[in-house]
């Protein structure tokens, strides 16, 4: 058994197979899937799989490169009511994205700060976005004091010293479909190195889809394949990765058993 712990389901890209395709997670031992709803499209259709789905859960949030969009004080107030419904386990994505250039850097610096607070006033833990921003990252995590309530590093491609700061800092530490790419040698070195409590997997369908699927459509089902691919690199089975897994996607999501 597995938990996919970042997908977006909700993508017009399984609007011709949306079921068939969560019943495959399900045949392949998916337990849970955690959806991101991350702008005013992609909130409500979130709250829809979760609200319809009992094994789906959601993150609502306000990513970096929408942060242009975002009437701040309106929706803030709109992700702090969602918060209080049992399925929503985190406040995500949110951050900083610095390779698509759809929001101004002061915007984006607004927006993942008020949510960082939004977050500690509501003791949520954070799904994290970071292209190109991990000195930035950092440090905005740590000056709003988000080691309060910690959270998620989502498909983490920075360095060791970026996941030992984040990890200090009570984040955990979530591989997808790179960390099984031939090339993806940093990726594989840092996931050797991150504590067995402090690990794990997500699939970020339909987007980065691993080994043998790369540049198709992902789909949570492949999160197989990245489990795969931490237990090797971790030297032990699939089973205890499921496992291990598991147990901290409960403990730092709350997702119940």
Known sequence: MLIDTHAHLDSPKFDDDREE??????????????????????????????????????????????????????????????CAHPKVVAIGEIGL???????????????????????????????????EAHEDVVRFLREEGASEVGGIMHCFSGSWETARQCLDMNFYISFGGPVTFKNARIPKEVLAKVPDDRLLIETDAPYLAPHPHRGKRNE??????????????????????GKLTIQNSRDCLGIPR
């Not at 997670?25 to 979130?46: K, S």
């Not at 698509?100 to 977050?119: G, N």
Request: no cysteine; hydrophobic share 45%.
């Open 97 to 131: 994205d610095y390779y698509w250039d759809t929001s101004p850097k002061e915007i984006q610096h607004t927006v993942f700060r008020e949510q960082i607070r939004l977050a500690k006033r509501l003791k949520k833990p954070i799904v994290i976005h970071n292209r």
């Open 21 to 82: 395709m969560i019943e495959r997670a399900r045949q392949a031992g998916i337990e849970a899937i955690v959806n991101i709803g991350f702008n005013r499209e992609t909130i409500p259709t979130t709250m829809e799989l979760a609200e319809r789905y009992p094994f789906i859960y959601a993150a609502v949030g306000w990513h970096p490169t929408d942060a242009a969009d975002m009437k701040l004080e309106e929706d803030l107030a709109w992700i702090e009511r969602l």
């Open 220 to 241: 949570s089902a492949y999160v197989r394949l990245v489990a795969e691919a931490a237990a090797e690199i971790k030297g032990i089975s699939v089973e205890e990765i």
